[in-house]
């Protein structure tokens, strides 16, 4: 089953050494910004960097391909390296949520 777009999900924003986990929903691009569409059960959630930023190449790579409906989880780490956030799938055992 789809889960629609919904462009008013609360926003989130990461501290570093934050990770969320949650079901992907879908990815979105636009000249402004990419956006990561996420469901903690029926509530979305969207998670947004600027186009240019490094965040957003690596949400686009590491997501492309990615199911609707898969868990994953994003950290965000030191914003002063090249890898700036870390993408992973979570395993079926492993609970949604969000921690620091």
Do not use: C
């Not at 686009?60 to 799938?89: A, C, F, H, M, N």
């Not at 395993?91 to 969000?98: A, M, P, Q, V």
Request: without cysteine; glycine residues 6%.
């Amino acid at each position: 089953m789809t889960k629609k777009w919904a462009p008013e999900g609360e926003r989130i924003k990461l501290s570093e050494w934050e990770e969320i986990i949650a079901e992907f929903n879908e990815i979105k691009r636009t000249k402004e910004s990419v956006k990561v569409s996420l469901y903690f059960g029926t509530s979305q959630h969207l998670l947004q960097y600027p186009t240019s930023s490094k965040e957003s190449k690596l949400l686009e790579q590491s997501l492309r391909g990615v199911e609707e409906g898969s868990k994953i989880g994003i950290l965000r780490t030191d914003t002063d390296t090249d890898t700036p956030l870390r993408i992973r799938k979570i395993e079926d055992s492993e609970e949604l949520g969000s921690y620091e």
